[in-house]
């Protein structure tokens, strides 16, 4: 409590931390509905999963590192052993949204789009509070107006919907966040330094626009071969980015962003990206399983290059 | 014998490629990069927990989900149909560009309205199917496969490109916590600032890009047929 009622943090930083309470609680919902759900596969599986990671996320602040550490590496096992699963779930039926949208009509957008003006709002005049709190400001926004819309839209509609997508998600979800992890433990083992000492040999230090090139293509590269522009973007700022682009004094913003968008040229150009490039062919019943990524290699190419070239001249 | 410290980056590589369970390999990739850099076991568990909890920012996501699940019940997807559907009379390629014009928008917001499952195949390839036949001509299956890539190629482009630009979306806040630990500080803001060339380039090149194909595959695939028609249909 005298986090809340200290002078010396912020009130961004106290509301940001409400925030993650209140996604903690959602979380935590989220596993001890599945335990209570005759109907998930794995009960105890999905309970500890969500459990584990509600308690990090609402409370991880005053939780010692290691014990968070530790709950982190827990929360992972049900995942691993492929024990997570999704119970019962009320999708909303078709003729329900229908009816809802004869009578909401167009307006139905507002909810949707308050919560990214709120974001750039808050980020621009209200820099002491932050995008963060944008977001949750948005979002309060937002369900007023959905219960105004539609008093159907009880609060416990909101909570269910959410358990319910983000049991689909699964733990899959965790990734971005277990990635951003995975690379601050390479920054800190010193695997950045191995590789740039590796790729120094072979590109030549000191030289930013070179540095640029190879960064933007090592990106995209790896993005094809692991599918996950996300994974790449880790190893590869660590590897290349800082030491061969960064380090000689390149926007961290622009070159840092934009690499991951570089990446995002190798998702366009993989099977490995599976969700976005394989799943559709099947959706679609297209007969030419490759019929996603041959219509996407040109602009991907021209993306790439684009992107280069941007790179090169804001650096 | 600095060289064993990669090897947490050839188990990110080599398990990703062959498609092992991805929360799997991160967690070896962390345990093992761990042990062989000197961090032990205490040093992992609190890099681990310092970091996670430090990026809990990208756990914003769970938050949103209060209401796109409630949004969805309320027929967002029904008025973007009919949003798209006010695009009449238009040829596949023009309703695959206008397709990605309102996808790019809304991916600024972080608002989807189901992808290839929810809206391509449901609302997009109807609408699709219906200018081919409006033109008196039947459905060619090759043609038919080609305009359902261009249109799952648009889904991928404009939702990639132009999802950067949500401030708080999942890319930026993992470059900003992927540079934080290097010693760069970046604000979420500036990020999705930086991406707007790149944005408005990829939606442009997507839209002419599939306008073309679509012209010069209806001509490959109707002959002059189609150009006549279209020609008819201006005057």
Known sequence: ???????????????????????????????????????????????????TLGVVLAFGRWIPPMVDGALIIIMTIPAILHKVGVGKTANPTEEYSKSVFDKIGMKIFLPALSIG??????????????????????????IILLIVFNPDNKPAVFLTDSERLLSQ??????????????????TAAGVGDVIAGLVGKVIPQGNVNVGIIVFAIAMALFTVIMGNGFAAITVITVGIGAPFVLAYGADPVIIGMVALTCGYCG?????????????PVAMLEMKDKFGVIKNQLVPAALLLAFQIAYMIIAK | MALIKLLGVLIVIVGFALKLDSILIVISAAIVTA??????????????????VANRSMAIFILIMLVTGTLERNGLRNAAAALIGKVKNASPGKIIGAYGIMRAVFAAFNASFGGVAGFVRPVIMPMMEGSI????LKINEDYMDNLKGMASGMENIAWFFCQVLFVGGAGGLLVQSTLEPLGYHVELIDLAKAEIPVAIFAVIVGIVYYYIRDKKLAKKYYGE?????????EK
């Open chain 1, 1 to 51: 409590m005298s986090f809340f009622t200290s002078a010396d943090v912020t009130t961004g930083q106290k509301l940001l931390e409400i925030i993650y309470i209140v996604i903690g609680l959602i979380t935590l919902y989220t596993g001890i509905k599945n335990a209570t759900d005759k109907e998930n596969p794995y009960r105890v599986g999905t309970a500890v999963f969500w459990c």
């Open chain 1, 117 to 142: 003006i709120c974001a750039v709002g808050f980020a621009i005049f209200l820099p002491q509070l932050g995008a963060m709190v944008g977001i949750g400001a948005g979002i309060i926004i937002s």
């Open chain 1, 169 to 186: 998600v699964g733990p899959l979800s965790m990734l971005p966040m277990l990635l951003a992890s995975l690379g601050a433990i390479f």
């Open chain 1, 267 to 279: 998702t366009l150009s993989t099977p490995m990206a599976a969700n976005f490039n394989i799943v």
């Open chain 2, 35 to 52: 042990l062989v850099g000197g961090l032990g076991v205490t040093g992992l568990l609190e890099t681990l927990g310092t970091t996670f």
């Open chain 2, 133 to 136: 036949e409006s033109r008196g």
């Open chain 2, 225 to 233: 047929d189609i150009a006549k028609i279209a020609v008819e249909e």
